[in-house]
């Protein structure tokens, strides 16, 4: 990695790494606090706590790392994988929230309402999340090789850019479903918002699917360019920064609805708002490749 961008890209991993540990203690300490729907809010919670311990290793690994004091490459992958194995089981326990979105009805919802917003979405995250996580998990293995474990990474981080794009779109319909078209077409704030969901996420998915196709035959890490890596993660964390500035200069337009009390309130994930500050040095180095990090 070039020089003129290996401190920032460091300072830019840490804020974010530092910023996934805080926001998910935080959201574990307020779902303790307020517990409504116990089937679901325990094992989310539950959930909560494996994330927090998995960004608490991602943290520590860091902090090596300020203080001169690397892990071997041994000990290293050995905490990446502890990393990935309990970001699968957080994944993993949103499996009642996809058992409750399909049997539930009340608060107001009808039962196709819950099942879009809720049953579906869960079903996915809950279901693909974790399965390319412990496939991933497994790849890593010491005994593989190089280009095995590239390989799977790729098709990691695509799938999980398919899942968020699944999961964030299912919101929107489930507000159509209540709304109807109007809650879209009669404001451009939203019509502006729901596009960049439905399309801007899919089309930063299908630049993931044929990087990742192109990239499938490297042999080492030597040979990994990680320009077009610093190009997704910047372009998926600006989706969370606009949609988010949007929310605080205009609100909710057309007033409550499902769509923004599930990204502003109720979402595990807008610590990714601070993914730029590690992709942009990726993206704008002039050398990227591992072997100059």
Not at 4 to 33: D, R
Not at 34 to 56: E, H, I, N, W
Not at 89 to 95: I, S
Not at 173 to 202: C, D, M
Request: net charge positive.
């Amino acid at each position: 990695m070039s020089k003129n961008f290996k401190h920032p890209f460091k300072f830019g991993i840490f804020i974010v790494v530092f910023s996934w540990f805080i926001f998910t203690l935080y959201q574990l300490g307020k779902g303790i606090m307020g517990q409504m729907v116990y089937f679901t809010d325990v094992p989310g919670s539950v959930g909560l706590g494996f994330r927090t311990a998995a960004g608490l290793i991602a943290l520590v690994i860091l902090l090596f790392n300020l203080f001169k004091k690397d892990l071997s490459p041994t000990e290293l992958l050995i905490s990446i994988r502890w990393i990935i194995l309990l970001e699968a089981a957080y994944w993993l326990t949103l499996f009642p929230s996809a058992i409750w979105g399909f049997q539930f009805e009340g608060f107001g919802y009808s039962r196709t309402l819950l099942i879009v917003s809720t049953g579906i979405p869960c079903l996915v995250e809950s279901t693909i999340a974790p399965a390319i996580l412990f496939l991933l998990f497994i790849k890593l293995n010491p005994n593989n090789s190089t280009r095995v474990k590239i390989k799977w990474g790729l098709v990691a981080g695509t799938t999980y850019i398919f899942v968020f794009w699944f999961n964030y779109t299912m919101q929107w319909f489930a507000e159509i479903i209540r709304s109807g078209i109007g809650f879209i077409t009669y404001y451009p704030v939203n019509a502006f918002a729901f596009a960049l969901t439905t399309g801007g996420l899919f089309a930063l998915m299908l630049y993931s699917l044929i990087y990742s196709k192109k990239s499938l035959k490297i042999e080492t890490f030597e040979r990994f360019d990680l320009k077009p890596i610093g190009i997704i993660i910047t372009a998926f964390g600006l989706y969370f920064e606009v949609v988010f500035l949007l929310w605080l200069l205009f609100g909710s337009p057309s007033g409550w609805t499902i769509w923004h009390t599930f990204f502003i309130y109720h979402n595990m994930d807008l610590w990714m708002l601070s993914l730029p500050l590690a992709g942009i040095p990726l993206a704008f180095s002039k050398n990227t490749r591992l072997c100059n990090a």
